[in-house]
């Protein structure tokens, strides 16, 4: 993964020892968090031979709405100068493309033909994991809105819009247990993995990832206060919250592939706020948008098909070139793979109460942090927001790049199929 997406985001509050960027590559006020037209789904996409990978993660890409309304609105193209391959250019075709075409399904050569530019390992023709095709889309994105500016700090290079969109902040602690000294470091996420062996639900994974580690025996950590080996914990946390949330279950065997096909519950409606490192608050709440699945049983053969939400606010199951209205039950009884999860603000939560049965699972976090909130002193200081926590550049180290864990389905009759078919298709 290309070292520049591991940067603190340009947001916080300068803390001591971190320089401001000395450049804003892309002002955040110009990031639009709604879509800026209500339509229904666009295209499906025709499979060009084992892209289905590709097909699904290009659906949830495309489906994401701020990076959506960023390439509808071709402002990157017109200040490109880059001669050949652009991802960005080739994403702003693509999306233009399935949204507005009225043919019922395209051909995304736009992308494929330029397979190799975003991963020099894939291969056309060949089954992919589509977690990692969306890592490096994410990373020659990224690439693409850097290009010219590589030599920028590392707090500059932090503002382009992939990394406003889908970056965020884990922070790692360690605590000596011999004189409490605390060491934090603080590294850069653009989705979250997540062990779901002996988890039933995302929220049970969740809680299982800022669980306190034990650092002992041959994991001793050398004190800097105690100048020797101590035992201590470790404990990660969300430091920064994305405006995009990714979630990973990480479906597929280390070295067998073989795939965990266990249930894994998710919700429609997210709060983040019991696990970031200021865990008092308001809910910090997500809504789901988009369900990435795998059908089949192991990494070597399988389908992939997703979910996504429309400007409409209608689910649609995107499984190739077909494009098919259903319900919120269904998208919420998948083995998922991939989860995107869009942040919404109190304002947005009541305004979808108002008009859907669907938000009462997000109506009744805000009621309960409410009903909460009654009961503290009334001079208090209000939480301090996540997007302003401070992360000082002492402590900033890249994390190690999280390997491809592969698919995933809760199947209907039809996906049953699928999963029965010997190779992918």
Not at 169 to 186: E, H, I, K
């Amino acid at each position: 993964m290309d070292s520049s997406l591991f940067q603190c985001g340009f947001l916080a509050v300068v803390a001591e020892g971190m320089a401001p960027p000395q450049r804003i590559l892309f002002p955040p006020e110009k990031i639009c968090m709604a879509w800026q037209h209500s339509q229904r789904a666009g295209a499906g996409l025709h499979n060009l031979g084992n892209t289905c990978f590709l097909n699904s993660v290009l659906q949830c890409l495309t489906y994401t709405p701020p990076l959506a309304n960023h390439l509808l609105s071709g402002e990157h193209s017109r200040a490109c100068g880059q001669k050949g391959f652009c991802v960005m250019c080739r994403m702003e075709v693509h999306v233009q493309q399935v949204l507005h075409s009225s043919a019922s399904a395209i051909e995304p050569w736009a992308v494929v033909d330029f397979l190799t530019e975003i991963g020099e390992n894939f291969q056309h023709g060949r089954q992919e994991d589509a977690h990692e095709f969306l890592r490096c889309t994410m990373d020659a994105m990224q690439r693409a809105c850097l290009r010219g500016n590589s030599d920028l700090d590392m707090s500059s290079q932090a503002t382009t819009i992939v990394h406003q969109i889908f970056g965020g902040f884990l922070r790692s602690r360690v605590t000596c247990w011999s004189c409490q000294a605390v060491s934090d470091s603080y590294e850069a996420f653009l989705d979250v993995p997540l062990d779901i062996k002996a988890a039933a639900s995302v929220t049970a994974a969740l809680e299982d990832f800022v669980k306190p580690e034990h650092l002992d025996g041959e994991n001793c950590f050398k004190c800097s206060k105690c100048d020797k080996m101590t035992a201590a914990s470790k404990r990660f946390t969300v430091h920064r919250a994305p405006k995009v949330l990714t979630v990973c279950l990480k479906r597929f065997e280390a070295f067998t592939g073989d795939k965990i096909s266990k249930v894994v519950e998710y919700p429609q409606y997210l709060d983040l706020r019991p696990y970031m490192s200021q865990a008092a608050g308001e809910p910090l709440l997500y809504s789901l948008y988009a369900v990435l699945v795998h059908g089949g049983g192991s990494c070597r053969a399988g389908h992939y098909f997703c979910y996504i939400k429309a400007s409409d606010g209608l689910w649609y199951r995107m499984n190739d070139k077909s494009v098919d209205l259903c319900d919120s039950d269904t998208v919420l009884r998948q083995q998922a793979y991939l989860l995107f999860y869009i942040r919404c603000s109190d304002l947005e939560v009541g305004q979808r109460a108002s008009s859907s049965p669907a938000p009462s699972e997000a109506r009744s976090l805000l009621s309960q942090w409410a009903a909460g909130s009654k009961q503290s002193c009334s001079g208090a200081n209000p939480a301090k927001d996540e997007t302003s926590e401070q992360i000082p550049t002492a402590g900033l180290r890249s994390p190690q790049p999280v390997s491809g864990d592969h698919r995933p389905a809760s199947l209907s009759r039809e996906d049953e199929e699928l999963e029965n078919q010997s190779s992918t298709v």
